[in-house]
């Protein structure tokens, strides 16, 4: 086995996984089993002192890859297949369970679930197949490009040509949340789904039920060159089922249902990225939304290498939101974002290295109303203008900036970081220092203190001062294995004293 168990898990599952690695015979088949676990105990308290909520949150992953199914390890040109899963299980042991009872009105906490289990990825993939020509994924899955990160469950095929480019297609059912092992972080913005059994048809219309949702994708990009890499991708997904017309209770009659396929998204992207070395490098990427008509994202970032110890950056990123078409939101101007940031880093030397940038950040916002402010009335009657509250600027600029440095050596490191934040709504200002030890390569020791200063010009009463410091002791197993418990403190005048103990099990075994 090889890679196997990163950062923790638990005890029962390590002792039976280094059995297995002491007497299961060797075979052609590379397997790999990982596992990542981390428990936390806090609460969340009121400014008042009063315990809102209790947290005993359990979160892991236990992941399993099988390499080289068919035997051709020793022929790097031959077709391959692999299989690789993870699954992940997120329970909260302190939450009530009256939160997730739903004939609980006064309880409720729609789609929450105090023990979450999803399938993360899960799929067998082909390589190389017909003379390089061929390559598949079949499962669940993720497509990560200038569109964003998206799972689904179904099917990929991609055809890789001798002229330095390859074409994918893809399809199934976007991965949403209400279903048996899924989650709904993958989802269009502006909808809540999930599963409405149990519910009264008149609770909470704002939940959606949840229904499947089928998708078709495609893409084509560069492959094989050295300097540039590029992709052009396009996305479309479906709903279907049953859609509540209204997120508001009426009280007198039956919400209305909508029920039949409908877009749910379509967007179409691109991105470039190349590097010259010893020179510099250069990324851009654009993604539109066709149903809402409109430019979603964009992005583009210039590197420098300035010698061998120094790059310099100029970054540029637009965003404007976009939502589900089924979502209310759609109904509600949203305005873009621009930020521009320069950034730099330097290795000092070989111990000692330096960061820092800076951006601004500028928003766009409406500054009048779109129908004339007076209008006569229905009697004939001039209406008095209604007031405008909107700002006299059509942007707002808010601004900061980052420094931060490190020192490593040995068995051990030092850093120091700061941010600031600074706008017409309110600043942010503060930093930390933290480091880590390891004596008589076994023993390690690790601490963080840091001081953080906010102010809300909305509310100036929220201002505060807060400071922190976490203490942590571990033991070294073995070269990638170890125990490590955390102790978290911080405190501020508007919510007294918040502690947290955080426990990790870390284990490696190799074959």
Known sequence: MRKAL?????????????LMAVTTEAHALDPEVTSDTTAQFYDVRSPTGETVLARRRLTTTLG???????????????ASLTFRTRVRYDADYGASPQETTVSNYGRLVPTFNRNALD????????RKFLKGWLGFKVGRQYVTDVLGWWSFDGGQVRVTTPAFFAMELYGG????????????????????????????PSLYPSLQPQGIAPALGAAVETTGLTYVHSRLTYRRVENTGVSNTSEFVNGIYTNSQYNGGRISS??????VDGTVPQIGGAKSGVAYDLYNARLSNAYASVDAFVGQKLTLSVD??????????????????????????????????????????????????QTSNDAPNSSPSPTGVKVDPVPNYFPTA????????????????????????????????GDSVGGDAYGERVFATRYILEGRAGVWQWNDKLRPDRDATSFGYTAGAGYRLAERSKVLVEFDHNMNRLVGQRFRVMAWLTVAVTK
Not at 119 to 126: A, C, P
Not at 178 to 196: H, L, P, V
Not at 266 to 271: Q, V
Request: neutral net charge; proline residues 3%; aromatic residues 14%.
């Open 119 to 126: 399938l993360m990825y899960g799929y067998v993939e082909g």
């Open 6 to 18: 990163r950062r923790g898990m638990p005890l029962t599952v390590c002792s039976s996984l280094l």
């Open 316 to 365: 540029y990123d637009y965003y404007q939101p976009t939502f589900d078409a089924d979502s209310i939101w759609n109904f509600f101007q949203a305005a873009p974002m621009n930020d521009v940031g320069l950034r730099g880093s330097l290795d000092a030397t070989k111990k000692l290295s330096v960061a820092a940038g800076g951006h601004v950040r500028v928003f766009h916002q």
């Open 173 to 200: 059912l976007e991965q949403r949340g209400g279903f048996f092992m899924s989650t709904s972080r993958f989802e269009q913005d502006g909808i809540a789904r999930g599963d409405r059994g149990g519910y009264d």
């Open 64 to 78: 399993a890859s099988v390499y080289d199914l068919m035997n051709t390890s020793t022929d790097p040109n031959a």
């Open 266 to 271: 379509e967007r179409l992207g691109m991105s």
């Open 394 to 425: 059509a942007s707002t600029f808010d601004g900061g900036g980052n420094l931060a440095a490190k020192y490593k050596w040995g068995w051990g490191h030092l850093g120091l970081r700061g941010r600031g934040n600074f706008g017409s709504d």
